[in-house]
């Protein structure tokens, strides 16, 4: 059974139809990537996948049950994480308080409930080792973290969690060559800790890296939906520019 399943996911704004039928699956341990030009419903989908919309018609499966009526707290509490292209990080805090985000451990001191600091940093020290990130230290201000450096933070916060599947907005967009590989290699360790994860990127050879499938949308519909092995970066370029193909019906095999 697929980790997570779109079934003819459609969502329309007025008389624009965002997304037309929807149709794809994420497995455990599996990265698909999620290609298409601006507009072409990638942030829409991804903001019904994650509750922020509810779609008009289909149905979104997650480990067999249906997300369509749940809010995105409940989405997250299944298991579902999205890490925004702009990460959403207070920069003007340190590594572990970040991590933490609003969800900050505690402790109690004659009473008084107070932030346990010690034991934040501790476990967050534990969660960079585990995901191999390169941070220099875990009390350092994040703002001062290069921008591969911030995404590390990124994801460590969401496997926090526990998700089972990360959602990821163009993760290497503003990342020079090196930072770039450090992050696909995070998204790698994902997988062998069995994690789904859906790659949203322009960058093409990013998503042949890392990418098990991609999925290509075009004006709200699935163009394409192949193994990495079995396409090209020119048939993928062609499914995204229109060249080739009518919207396919139905999730991958």
Do not use: W
């Not at 996948?49 to 369509?68: A, E």
């Not at 060559?177 to 990013?206: A, P, W, Y």
């Amino acid at each position: 059974m697929s980790l997570l399943e779109l079934k003819d996911v459609r969502k329309t704004f007025g008389a624009i139809e965002a997304l037309r039928g929807v149709a794809f699956s994420v497995e455990e341990g599996s990265v698909v990537g999620l290609v298409g030009d601006n507009g072409a419903g990638k942030s829409t989908l991804m903001k019904t996948i994650t509750g922020v919309y509810r779609p008009d018609g289909g149905d979104i499966l997650f480990d067999g049950l249906s997300l369509v009526d749940k809010d995105p707290g409940a989405i997250r509490q299944a298991g579902i994480e999205m890490i925004y292209q702009d990460l959403a990080l207070a920069r003007m805090r340190d590594v572990a308080a970040n991590i933490f985000l609003g969800r900050e451990l505690t402790r109690t001191v004659l009473g008084v409930r107070l932030i346990d600091s010690k034991r934040m940093r501790a476990e967050a020290e534990a969660m960079i080792a585990r995901l191999g990130a390169r941070i220099p230290s875990v009390a350092q201000m994040t703002g001062q973290l290069s921008g591969g450096q911030q995404q590390s933070v990124a994801i460590a916060r969401a496997l926090t969690f526990n998700p089972r599947l990360v959602i990821m907005d163009e993760p290497t967009a503003a990342l020079a060559v090196r930072e770039v590989e450090h992050v696909l290699d995070l998204i790698q360790t994902l997988k062998t800790r069995g994690i789904g994860v859906i790659l949203i990127s322009h960058r093409l050879t990013d998503v042949f890296s890392v990418c098990d499938r991609i999925v290509v949308l075009r004006q709200g519909a699935v163009i394409a939906d192949d193994a990495t092995r079995d396409t090209s970066m020119n048939a993928v370029v062609a499914h995204i520019v229109g060249a080739t193909d009518a919207p396919r019906q139905g999730a991958h095999p």
